[in-house]
């Protein structure tokens, strides 16, 4: 079976691009293990106050505005903080500030006031997940412009960084809806990652990423369209026919609904033997 992993481009490997992206700024991994680099120090996950502190730390890290105590208590104790709750909060602010000089931040860097706390991280400083949102927009804008090998880059990037979990062990309303939207970008990464396999003439690279991608989302009919394409590249029109087939059936049984037009067409166009 082909792995989706071997993506080999005249663009380089995944972790040089990855490299190139971050240089040598304060590096912060919330997918995967949690984890903080600096040019002054690193801390890996097992040195973080529990999972109450990598918690905080996430949501401190994604918010761009100051957060209340209350709203930080609700997220560590699923909304039913204990009489002590404050005493208790503070604690884990106080772990974290020390972690964070551990890590060549200044302890002032998370802050109190006005009951509120806030994490103001050093100028570029790079999280994974901002950076795969960033890099999935520059894939979709250089796909977008017809240019497969500047998008391969950024949409390399999006799609090994969003593959990983966001707080793995972590439950709750806000960690499922930051998963939610990681899955989202990494749909939308494999969608990128796809598309430059087809202009590069890999049309068995772009099938396993267009199939990996309707595992996770069998209704998103990109993913339909890709696996058409790719198997119509590779000449076998039977299966991009089946690969029609496959979505007319389930939007049909599932949502009682018809292919969009655009994917009608492109069921046209392999009847036809466009190419």
Known sequence: MLSVGRLARPCG???ETLQQTIGQSTRIYLTGRVTIESPGGRVEQGAFPGRQGRLAFA?????DTPVPRSELADLLWAGEPPSSADAALSAVV????AL??????P?????AALGCYELRLPPGTWVDVRAAASAVHDAEAALQAEDARTAYGPASV????????????EEGPWVEEQRAQLLALHSRAAE?????????GEPAIAVALAEELLARDPFREAGYQILMRAHLAAGSRAEAL??????????????GADPSSETQALHLQVLTGGG
């Open 13 to 15: 490997e995944f972790g």
């Open 59 to 63: 949501h401190l890290v994604l918010r």
């Open 94 to 97: 106080s772990r974290l500030r």
């Open 100 to 105: 964070l000089r551990d890590a060549g931040l």
């Open 107 to 111: 302890r002032e860097a998370l802050s």
């Open 158 to 169: 999006a799609y090994h960084i969003t593959r990983r979990p966001f707080l793995p062990g």
């Open 192 to 200: 990128g990652l796809a598309m430059v396999s087809l202009s590069n």
């Open 242 to 255: 089946r690969a029609y087939e496959r979505c007319r059936r389930l939007l049909a049984e599932e949502l």
